[in-house]
């Protein structure tokens, strides 16, 4: 119908690297200039995504990682900056990079499954990008702040739902069609009048996200060259390349 479904399948786990953010920008902005009215996005496998490519990002300098990051934050703003609905089907583990996604979306959806969710970053030593701060500060109740951004916990989509990182939990088998329903009812809105209040509620985001934007490229930078992460993040690669 009007709805556009874009599933993450990048191999182990849907880790994020750079061609696949390369190929989620070319998707999106072929999205734009469609005729769809509406977005879900989605992953396999019981992966919505388990965040960055540890493995391969693991190996970049300074410089490299710095344009891993700032593509990293063009596609985040790309994917929440949509004038159109975007819906999550997180569909199994969203974990960093794989929560951030769903963080970009408009109304967010989660299996009844073993699957968790959360931003970790803090337990590896590493800070968040400024755009995830601004939307997270945006999207989540002020009390929700602490143990999803400072303590970094990973949620049950349950406990998800009440700290406000996902809207409900559907069946694991009604998930895609939940999605697809929830982007079919939204699509039904005069588009103009949707695409209006939503760039107005996140143009004050915007505009936060801007200020000293490359002081917190450099920032979030010196946190995951830090020893500290550095060490985190070559166990967890020898872990996953057992």
């Known amino acids: 119908g009007k709805v556009a479904v874009l599933?993450?399948?990048?191999?182990?786990?849907?880790?994020?690297?750079?061609?696949?953010?390369?190929?989620l920008n070319r998707i999106l902005e072929n999205i734009n200039q469609s005729d769809e009215r509406a977005l879900v996005v989605t992953g396999e496998a019981g992966f919505f995504s388990a965040g960055f490519n540890l493995v391969e990002l693991s190996q970049l300098d300074w410089p490299a990682m710095e344009r891993f990051i700032r593509l990293f934050d063009k596609t985040m703003l790309r994917l929440y900056t949509m004038p159109m609905p975007v819906i999550a089907?997180?569909?199994?583990?969203?974990?960093?990079?794989?929560?951030i996604i769903a963080l970009q979306t408009d109304y967010r959806m989660m299996a009844d499954s073993n699957g968790k969710i959360g931003l970790n970053e803090t337990q590896?030593?590493?800070?968040?990008?400024?755009?995830?701060?601004?939307?997270?500060?945006?999207?989540?109740?002020i009390g929700s702040v602490f143990p999803i951004a400072l303590e970094g916990r990973?949620?049950?989509?349950?406990?998800?739902?009440?700290?406000?990182?996902?809207?409900?939990?559907?069946?694991?088998?009604?998930?895609?069609?939940?999605?697809?329903?929830?982007?079919?009812e939204l699509a039904n809105l005069p588009a103009a009048g949707y695409v209006h209040v939503k760039s107005t509620l996140q143009r004050p985001i915007l505009n936060a996200i801007e200020t000293d934007a490359e002081t917190a490229i450099d920032g979030w930078l010196d946190t995951w060259f830090s020893n500290d992460a550095q060490t985190k993040i070559k166990a967890a690669v020898q872990r996953l390349s057992r």
């Open 7 to 23: 599933r993450i399948a990048a191999g182990k786990a849907n880790a994020l690297n750079e061609s696949l953010l390369v190929s």
């Open 89 to 99: 089907a997180i569909n199994g583990h969203a974990i960093a990079g794989g929560c």
């Open 124 to 141: 590896l030593g590493l800070g968040l990008p400024k755009q995830v701060v601004e939307v997270l500060r945006a999207t989540v109740p």
């Open 154 to 184: 990973l949620f049950s989509p349950h406990e998800a739902q009440e700290v406000g990182l996902i809207h409900n939990v559907v069946s694991p088998d009604a998930l895609e069609s939940r999605a697809v329903a929830k982007a079919q």
